[in-house]
C-alpha cells in the first residue's frame, strides 16, 4: 500500500516545491533554479532539526534541484536531444510540476462537487403497486395502471418532467400532511377532479399528493371513479355521488 508521506501540510515534494515558487512569485515556467534549491533544502534541514523524519522521495527530488542547478552552471550548459535540439534542463520538472498542478486544481473542484453532493437526498424508484391492495376501491374499470398513466400525462402537461431540486428541507411535504388537506377538500366539495388535487407543481408535493391518495384509496377514504375512457377521473367521498 503506498501511503503518501506529509510533512505539515504538504503531500509530497512536489507540492512543496509548487508553494515556494508560489511564495517567491517565480514564473514556472521560467523557475530561478538557484533560488528555489537554495530555500528547499533550507526547508527540509529545518524539518530535520524539528526532528522529523524526511521521506526519501523529498531527498530525491532535492538530488534533483542539484543536479539541474550543477547543468546550469557549466560554462556552456547546451544539452541536446536525439534530434539535436537544445532542451532546457528545467524542461522536465517544469512539466511535472504543471501536470501536477492541474491534478490538485481537478482534485479541488471534485473534491467541492463531492461536498455539493452529500447534501442531495435521493430515493430509489418504489413500486407505487404497493400501496394499493385488491380490495381498494377505484371504480368503472379504472386500473391502477390509468391512475398512473393520467398522473404521467399531468406531468407532462404541468412540464414537471424536468430535473426539479431534491435537496431535504424542514419544509418537505409530508404524505400525512397532503392526506389531511384532501381529507378536508372533500369534506367541503365531497368530489373533485383527481387534477384539481395537484395545484403546486414541485416534485415533492405531487410525489406526498399522489400518494396520499393512493393510501386513501387504499384506507377507503375516498373512491375513484372514471365514467368512460379519456374522461376527467372524480375522487369523491364513498358512498356519496
Do not use: W
Request: aromatic share 8%; with cysteine.
Amino acid at each position: 500500500m503506498n501511503i503518501a508521506f506529509k510533512i505539515n501540510e504538504f503531500e509530497g515534494p512536489l507540492d512543496l516545491l509548487l508553494h515556494l515558487i508560489k511564495e517567491s512569485k517565480m514564473d514556472i515556467m521560467n523557475i530561478e533554479i538557484e533560488n528555489i534549491t537554495k530555500q528547499y533544502i533550507e526547508y527540509l534541514d529545518q524539518q530535520e532539526k524539528m526532528n522529523l523524519e524526511i521521506a526519501s522521495e523529498y531527498l530525491v527530488l532535492a538530488s534533483e534541484l542539484i543536479e539541474i542547478k550543477s547543468k546550469l552552471l557549466l560554462p556552456n550548459p547546451k544539452i541536446e536531444n536525439e534530434e539535436g535540439e537544445e532542451i532546457d534542463p528545467r524542461e522536465e520538472l517544469v512539466n511535472r510540476l504543471l501536470e501536477y498542478q492541474a491534478y490538485k486544481e481537478i482534485t479541488k473542484v471534485l473534491q467541492e462537487k463531492e461536498n455539493i453532493r452529500k447534501e442531495i437526498y435521493t430515493k430509489s424508484p418504489e413500486n407505487i403497486k404497493n400501496y394499493v391492495d385488491e380490495e381498494t376501491t377505484i371504480t368503472s374499470d379504472v386500473s391502477l395502471d390509468d391512475l398512473v398513466e393520467a398522473f404521467k400525462k399531468y406531468l407532462e402537461r404541468k412540464k414537471a418532467t424536468k430535473p426539479l431540486k431534491t435537496k431535504v428541507t424542514v419544509n418537505e411535504i409530508s404524505v400525512s400532511s397532503r392526506r389531511h388537506d384532501i381529507k378536508r377538500i372533500l369534506k367541503e366539495k365531497k368530489k373533485i377532479s383527481f387534477f384539481e388535487l395537484f395545484p403546486v407543481v414541485s416534485k415533492d408535493y405531487i410525489v406526498a399528493t399522489f400518494l396520499a391518495i393512493l393510501e386513501m384509496a387504499k384506507s377507503k377514504e375516498l373512491v375513484i371513479t372514471q365514467k368512460a375512457t379519456f374522461d376527467d377521473i372524480i375522487c369523491e367521498v364513498p358512498n356519496e355521488k
